[in-house]
């Protein structure tokens, strides 16, 4: 079994930043992708930023420019940061990992969530 432990959100002010961390722990053999999701109200849930399997990253056009992802594999972490944010941006986190298990299985586990709120 694989939990993913999300860390970070809250409220921020227009134009502020904000630091989203995700640590993976469980029966974890390897991790092949991990990254971050969010869903705002109404909405479907979008891909925001994650390291693909090979190691590329990808960002969505909306947050291209202002946002870094990064990753620590020894400590199955990764961290978001988001910077010049906006109301837009209002939403649920979620971290996402791609998991092969001790067990060989492979399966995608999603965080709880965490909201962020950008508002004045």
């Known amino acids: 079994q694989v939990q993913l432990v999300e860390s970070g959100g809250g409220l921020v002010q227009p134009g502020g930043s904000l630091r989203l961390s995700c640590t993976a722990s469980?029966?974890?053999?390897?991790?092949?992708?991990m990254g971050w999701y969010r869903q705002a109200p109404g909405k479907e849930r979008e891909l925001v930023a994650a390291f693909a399997s090979g190691g590329t990253t990808i960002f969505a056009d909306s947050v291209k420019g202002r946002s870094t992802i990064s990753r620590d594999n020894a400590k199955n972490t990764v961290s978001l940061q988001m910077n010049n944010l906006g109301p837009e941006d209002t939403a649920v986190y979620y971290c996402?990992?791609?998991?092969?298990?001790?067990?060989?299985?492979?399966?995608?586990?999603w965080g709880q969530g965490t909201q962020v709120t950008v508002s004045s």
């Open positions: 469980g029966s974890i053999f390897s991790i092949n992708a």
């Open positions: 996402n990992a791609a998991v092969m298990t001790t067990g060989r299985s492979t399966a995608l586990y």
